[in-house]
């Protein structure tokens, strides 16, 4: 059950996160060390998608550890969700810089 509320957690901070980048327009660093400069604020908009997909997960773990309270369960969700934020980030910004919403800084 604590499980289930950490990622409950998790998945309010995920979209609040999300929503304050896309009011804000600033930039959810991409795992890759590349400099990226934003030219179009449709990014923005793309980057709130996939932030609210994180958040969808991220509650349906914590569904998921909640009706089936195991250890084995718990570290499988554990992987879910680092393979989660990696893949979507990884997602964002190769999307990002196939549609022009961003560019690399040289």
Request: aromatic residues 10%.
């Amino acid at each position: 059950m604590n499980i289930a509320l950490i990622y409950g957690f998790l998945a309010i901070i995920t979209f609040a996160h999300a929503f304050m980048c896309y009011k804000k327009k600033t930039l959810i660093r991409p795992l890759s060390k590349r400099p990226l400069l934003v030219v179009n604020n449709s990014f923005y908009k793309l980057q709130f998608n996939y932030g609210s997909i994180a958040t969808i997960i991220f509650i349906l773990i914590a569904l998921v550890n909640t009706i089936i309270s195991n250890k084995i369960i718990s570290i499988i969700s554990l992987i879910v969700t680092i393979l989660t934020i990696g893949i979507l980030t990884i997602v964002l910004e190769d999307i990002s810089i196939k549609k022009g919403y961003i560019k690399l800084k040289k």
